[in-house]
Nanobody
Framework: QVQPVESGGGLVQAGGSLRLSCAASRSTFSIAFIGWFRQAPGEQRELVASITTRGNTNYAASVKGRFTISRDDAKNTVYLQMNSLKPEDTAVYYC????WGQGTQVTVSS
């Protein structure tokens, strides 16, 4: 099973934006559930946002209204647009699209 590949992480100031990308190893159209998760140091991995093949989305309460998940099945890619970032959003962000990626670090400075 080939892992998806995340990209787009980095260091940003509070209030800034980042867009994460998740390149799946197979057709995203065939993956019923794709999720973005995050894990901060000493914390458990948590679901941030998810999207189904029908385009139904779900968000953690802590990011609702700030983050947007979307998918481009033609590119086999899922995105996480993150706006109004807060220091508490700092974590390694993982994509699960038929398997786990290696993660991409997001650091938000105050």
């Amino acid at each position: 099973q080939v892992q998806p590949v995340e990209s787009g992480g980095g260091l940003v100031q509070a209030g800034g934006s980042l867009r994460l990308s998740c390149a799946a190893s197979r057709s995203t159209f065939s993956i019923a559930f794709i999720g973005w998760f995050r894990q901060a140091p000493g914390e458990q991995r948590e679901l941030v946002a998810s999207i189904t093949t029908r385009g139904n989305t779900n968000y953690a309460a802590s990011v609702k209204g700030r983050f947007t998940i979307s998918r481009d099945d033609a590119k086999n890619t899922v995105y996480l647009q993150m706006n109004s970032l807060k220091p508490e959003d700092t974590a390694v962000y993982y994509c699960n699209a038929g398997g786990w990626g290696q993660g991409t670090q997001v650091t938000v400075s105050s």
